[in-house]
Each structure stands twice: as C-alpha cells, then as structure tokens.
C-alpha cells in the first residue's frame, strides 16, 4: 500500500523516507508536489489542519503533509511559520546579522505532520532544541541547518549526516510517532 507525501521539499521527503525504511515500515512512501492551501497563522497546526481538511474535502486519502520552523527566542519565536519565506528572503546571513548582538542564542525547531488516512486525520508533533551558531557552518541538509546547534552537540545540523540528525530532529520525532500510529492501526486490520 502506498502512502502519499505532499510536499516541495526533497530533503523532508528524504528525510522520512530514511525513517520509514529504519522503522521497516510496509507502506510505500511516495512524493507528490500537489498544490495545497496555507493559510496565514502563526499556529503550525492550524496552518497544517486546514490544508489537509481542503484536500480530504477534495477527494485525496492516504497522505500526509509537513509543517516546520525555525522559532528564536530573543526574536520573539521569529521566523516560526514564516520560516519557508524568511529562508528565501534573508536566508542564514540575515538571520546571523539579525541575532549580532544578540547573547540568547536558543531557539528550537518544530515539525507538524497532519495524517489523512483512511479518511481520519491525526496530527503529530515534535521539537529540538538548540543554539543559532555564530557562523554557517556546513553544507549538509537544507533551510537553517547550517545554523542550528542541537542541544547536547558541538556541531550544526549543517555538519550531520541525514541519519546523525534523524536520531533527534523535530521532524523524526514528528515521524516515529506517525509511524508508531499507523503500524497499530495496520496490525488490527
Ligand atoms: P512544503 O512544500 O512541505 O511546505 P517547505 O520547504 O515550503 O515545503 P515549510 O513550509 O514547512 O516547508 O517551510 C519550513 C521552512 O523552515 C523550510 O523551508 C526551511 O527553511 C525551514 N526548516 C524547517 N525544517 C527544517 C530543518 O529540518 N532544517 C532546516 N531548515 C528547516
């Protein structure tokens, strides 16, 4: 059976494809780029509920999607859910420039995947905490990896390997939980 990712984003689609196959799960994770409706909030939650209800109003089943950001503290939680723009717009400099003289560095990282399937939908959650580094550094992953430090680390998501950040990220966290979901919900079918 398959199952269906609507996003943009290849290294999200990576991402948790790797944890599908660590996690052995029988549903086949495919991509798919399809348009879908983000509203202005700045809740994730609602921003991601309100996109898969339109789809699941629409005649779609079987998918998810996937909601992220950057939140820093001493910036009041900027960029949170402006993080896709803010990214594409003043990127990692800006954001360093913005934090100069700026002592609190922590800032966290957090994922929502919203499920559709079998016409139900559940949402998932989870966050890494961490430090905006004083330089990039890096050229793995994707977005502000290169800026991020995770708690309990010397070096920036930018400097991991794909599994090294899957073991903590916000958005693996987000990922075990769904696939912890429907492995129930497959073995009592
Ligand atoms: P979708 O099509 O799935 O929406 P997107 O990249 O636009 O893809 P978001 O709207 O969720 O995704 O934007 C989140 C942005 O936050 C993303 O573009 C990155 O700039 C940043 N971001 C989120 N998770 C990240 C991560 O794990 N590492 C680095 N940056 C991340």
Redesign the pocket.
């Known amino acids: 059976m398959r199952l269906f990712f609507?996003?943009?984003?290849i290294?999200?689609f990576l991402?948790i494809k790797e944890i599908f196959s660590s996690e052995k799960m029988d549903l086949k994770l495919t991509m798919t780029?399809l348009r879908?409706i983000?509203i202005q909030d700045e809740d994730l939650v609602k921003i991601v509920k309100f996109a898969t209800e339109h789809l699941l109003s629409n005649g779609y089943d079987n998918f998810f999607?996937?909601?992220?950001?950057?939140f820093i503290r001493a910036l009041n939680n900027f960029?949170g859910p402006f993080?896709?723009y803010?990214?594409k717009t003043i990127g990692n400099s800006g954001i360093l420039r913005l934090m100069q003289d700026i002592d609190d560095r922590s800032a966290y990282?957090k994922?929502v995947i919203a499920l559709c399937y079998n016409g139900k939908i559940k949402m998932f959650e989870g966050i890494v905490n961490g430090t905006i580094s004083r330089e990039i550094k890096g050229n793995k992953?994707?977005?502000?990896?290169p800026i991020?430090i995770p708690r309990g680390y010397s070096k920036t998501?930018g400097e991991m390997e794909r599994f090294e950040?899957n073991k903590i990220?916000?958005?693996a966290k987000a990922a075990r939980e769904m696939i912890k979901y429907l492995k129930q919900l497959l073995s009592s079918t």
């Open positions: 609507i996003t943009s984003n290294h999200k991402e780029n879908k983000e999607i996937e909601d992220s950001g950057l960029p993080s896709s803010v990214y990282f994922s992953g994707f977005g502000f990896d991020f998501f950040k990220s916000h958005r």
